[in-house]
């Protein structure tokens, strides 16, 4: 079974501070995935990234794949309390429909 | 276009008894997965379901089933309840994603106590 590690666990930081949030298999995915869940709902898709080395922005957050496709990071740039939640990233490991979740990051932003 | 609805959204059964949980996917989306979450184990995936076919099946014990309609939607089953089984349910439809990765939509979620 594969394992998706996730670093931090739990991050409380002040607002507009910027954070990095890591996610770490020794397994290869085919693509890997970044969610966000908010308590009491789904987790909700920020990103798919698929070729190594593969690097997205949205807004002010920055998306990289590794150039082996084993780990992803996730940088939030002058963090806003809207940002609270629990991130989730989200291996596939072959194409298909069964993704592998990490660990979770659970962010506080506090203003 | 609707979101992913899951049918009841807080259920609290005691130990013993079964449960049935609902879910409709995205207009178009053929695809569904289950997955458990709790604090403790995280998300795990639980099955997909495809065209009606259970596709992939995670490694949960045989008291969990789920079966997927000519229409997409989907219900899964948990019988004789155990305390541990408390937890969120979550399911997803699926879209592709250019190059064959699957981007996953999620309902809110059933909030599912056993007592």
């Known amino acids: 079974t594969q394992l998706l590690e996730q670093s931090p666990q739990f991050l409380s930081i002040q607002e507009g501070e910027n954070l990095t949030v890591y996610c770490n298999s020794s397994?290869?995915?085919?693509?890997l995935q970044w969610y966000r869940q908010e308590p009491g709902e789904g987790p909700v898709l920020l990103v798919t990234?698929?070729?190594?080395?593969e690097v997205k922005k949205l807004k002010r957050l920055t998306f990289q794949f590794g150039d082996a496709r084993k780990d992803s990071s996730l940088h939030i740039t002058a963090a806003q309390p809207g940002d609270t939640g629990l991130y989730l990233c989200?291996?596939?490991?072959?194409?298909?429909?069964?993704?592998?979740f990490g660990t979770g990051t659970r962010l506080a932003v506090r203003p | 276009k609707a979101g992913v609805t899951q049918t009841p959204r807080y259920l609290i059964k005691t130990r013993g008894q079964q449960v049935t949980l609902s879910c409709s996917p995205i207009s178009g989306h053929r695809s569904v997965s289950w997955y458990q979450q709790t604090p403790g184990q995280g998300l795990q995936f639980l099955f997909e379901?495809?065209?009606?076919?259970?596709?992939n099946k995670g490694n949960f014990p045989g008291r969990f089933s789920g079966r997927q309609f000519s229409n997409s939607r989907s219900e899964m089953n948990v019988s004789t309840l155990e305390l541990g089984d408390s937890a969120l349910y979550l399911c997803?439809?699926?879209?592709?994603?250019?190059?064959?990765?699957?981007?996953?939509?999620f309902g809110p979620g059933t909030r599912l106590t056993v007592l």
């Open positions: 397994s290869v995915f085919s693509s």
């Open positions: 989200a291996g596939d490991e072959s194409s298909g429909d069964k993704l592998t």
């Open positions: 379901y495809f065209s009606e076919t259970q596709r």
């Open positions: 990234v698929v070729t190594g080395g």
């Open positions: 997803a439809s699926s879209s592709y994603f250019s190059g064959g990765a699957a981007e996953q939509f």
